[in-house]
């Protein structure tokens, strides 16, 4: 599976949008991009995923570049309940596991 | 729906003993994941599941560690004899119907292994 670069970390204040980015230059045809947080001491949380087209649903937009190298999560109006790490990753869409990187830990402040 | 159930939450056992981790997926869900989180290695797939098949266990650290899924509605994850470095949060995960990865994972709440 491709590999993803993410910033470690991130801040950003309560009621503003949070856009997370997400580089993976290496992406192949047939794999999708997937959103995943994770709150502190709870499980891996889905978000969002996409192939190609941008998509939106109720947490969040992904936006997907049109040379499908790089990526940006959108979380519109972000509250304290987001603070969370997040995790981008590729996986094909056959029997491509999701192999987790270390994510961007984003921080919303009051 | 209850989601994916792992118990016990919390477990604490001695160096040598056996562990046994357990986890209900979602109904109808047709694939289940096992993953390890330690602060050094992060998130790690440890072994998978199709229909109660393991498809992949390359990711199972040594032999002291099996997992089996009998059922459609259950699945171990089994260590003899436990060390302290299987400390760790412990992750089930199920994901639904087709091709696994089009679809989102579904975690449970995580059991915390603590070996003493």
């Known amino acids: 599976d491709a590999k993803t670069t993410q910033p470690t970390s991130m801040d950003c204040a309560e009621g503003r949008a949070a856009n997370l980015p997400c580089n993976h230059s290496?992406?192949?045809?047939?794999?999708?991009v997937y959103w995943y947080r994770q709150i502190h001491s709870q499980g891996p949380q889905y978000i969002i995923h996409g192939l190609k087209n941008n998509e939106t649903n109720e947490m969040a937009s992904l936006i997907i570049t049109e040379d499908r190298k790089s990526s940006t999560l959108i979380l519109p109006h972000a509250t304290l309940r987001d603070t969370a790490v997040y995790y981008c990753?590729?996986?094909?869409?056959?029997?491509?596991?999701?192999?987790f990187g270390k994510g961007t830990k984003l921080s919303v402040k009051p | 729906d209850a989601g994916v159930i792992q118990s016990p939450r919390h477990e604490v056992t001695e160096m040598g003993q056996e562990v046994t981790l357990r986890c209900k997926p979602i109904?109808?869900?047709?694939?289940l994941f096992w993953y390890r989180q330690t602060m050094m290695r992060g998130l790690e797939l440890l072994i998978y599941?199709?229909?109660?098949?393991?498809?992949?266990d390359s990711g199972m650290p040594e032999d002291r560690f099996s997992a089996k899924m009998p059922n459609a509605s259950f699945s171990t994850l089994k260590i003899q004899p436990s060390e302290p470095r299987d400390s760790a949060v412990y992750f089930c995960?199920?994901?639904?119907?087709?091709?696994?990865?089009?679809?989102?994972?579904?975690f449970g709440s995580g059991t915390r292994l603590t070996v003493v």
């Open positions: 599941f199709n229909n109660n098949v393991p498809i992949d």
């Open positions: 109904s109808g869900h047709d694939y």
């Open positions: 995960a199920s994901s639904p119907r087709g091709q696994g990865v089009r679809y989102g994972y579904t």
């Open positions: 290496t992406i192949s045809g047939n794999e999708y």
């Open positions: 990753i590729v996986a094909g869409g056959s029997q491509g596991n999701l192999i």
